[in-house]
């Protein structure tokens, strides 16, 4: 029960804009600050166009590009007392809406890597969510494994909301953790290129379904010289399906109305196929209560920080392999961007 979002929302019902924003091409910090100037006048010409809309949603690597030669350098990072966060906290304000952002963010621990970070500002500007990519796509992103989890906040309209990065969404058992945490929606921003289009969308979906909430995920679009980004920003109802899907175009508003008040009901009503809760509660008809000791190697290795695959030793690729061979070099702006 969902519209395809038009320019007004139901009272219970919370209308969300995915801006498949066009793959930036970052050379020096002065791209940095000009996509986030953009981005700013983004969120204020969609909520014009769209004047009940709640949530506005930026993709991965919209403020800071995807130029790995420079993505690691401090020029090119954004921390939270950035004045380019101040920007974007005054947009939401101004435009009481919320909102959705990528930056890079310095690691203050002496001689590691960035983190690739989401922040979730709500109306009145404030930082409501601070999440760090806990799966950097290997073996290219140089990124230090996220820190914080996986936070949950309260958003517009009764929703509980999560944000996970790109190859975060490949990960089933993130997506449970967000739901474990109460989160009825689960947002996605991307920078992939084309060649796991179908697979983003198979696990939008299936993230929907297994944990009963809905997904809204996009993506960068269009052309960057090297690879191509595919948009195709989309939101799933909490049964799986499809409820609205942008295109390949760079600057397409995918927009959607959802209601998630109707996920929490789903979660605490349905029989047949409420697996987030028959997880912990196993067989619960043949054994009153169902069973709830844990039952999964995976689960207790882990925890013990034993988890071992039976073909680990023989996983050919565990360093940064060609585009990192010697480990991710951090340092000093090179020379050529001083120019």
């Not at 038009?6 to 066009?22: H, K």
């Not at 004047?51 to 506005?56: F, T, Y």
């Not at 995807?66 to 101040?86: H, R």
């Not at 999964?296 to 988890?307: F, H, I, N, R």
Request: with cysteine.
């Amino acid at each position: 029960m969902s519209s395809t979002g038009s320019i007004s929302a139901s009272p219970d019902g919370l209308l969300m804009a995915l801006i498949q924003y066009p793959v930036p091409v970052v050379t020096s910090p002065e791209d940095v600050q000009a996509n986030v100037d953009e981005i700013c006048r983004m969120v204020g010409s969609t909520k014009t166009g769209y004047p009940d809309l709640d949530l506005i949603v930026f993709p991965e690597y919209s403020s800071s590009g995807l130029n790995t030669e420079i993505w690691s350098y401090d020029e090119f990072l954004i921390g939270l007392d950035d004045p380019k966060v101040d920007q974007f906290k005054q947009a939401c304000r101004d435009n009481d809406v919320w909102g959705v952002f990528s930056i890079m963010e310095p690691n203050h621990e002496e001689g590691k890597p960035p983190f690739n970070t989401a922040i979730i500002i709500n109306n009145e500007g404030e930082i409501a969510l601070h999440y760090r990519k806990l799966q950097p796509w290997t073996p290219i992103e140089p990124w230090y494994p996220g820190d914080l989890g996986m936070p949950v906040c309260d958003g517009p309209k009764g929703s509980k909301l999560a944000v996970n990065i790109c190859h975060d969404g490949m990960f089933p058992e993130l997506a449970r953790e967000a739901a474990y945490k109460g989160a009825n929606v689960y947002i996605r921003i991307s920078g992939y290129s084309t060649q796991v289009s179908d697979q983003w969308i198979m696990t939008n979906r299936t993230n929907a379904f297994q944990n009963l909430m809905y997904t809204a995920s996009v993506n960068l679009a269009g052309y960057d010289n090297t690879f191509y980004y595919f948009g195709e920003g989309n939101v799933c109802n909490y049964d799986g399906g499809m409820i609205s899907e942008g295109h390949r175009n760079p600057g397409e508003i995918v927009t959607a109305e959802i209601f998630p008040e109707l996920a929490d009901k789903a979660r605490k009503n349905w029989g047949l196929e409420n697996n987030i809760y028959n997880l912990g509660n196993r067989g619960y008809v043949g054994y009153p209560g169902g069973k709830k000791e844990n039952y999964l190697t995976w689960v207790e290795d882990l925890a013990k920080g034993e988890y071992k695959l039976p073909w680990d030793d023989e996983v050919r690729i565990k360093d940064g392999w060609k585009y990192y061979p010697d480990g991710p070099q951090l340092g000093p702006l090179p020379d050529k961007y001083n120019k």
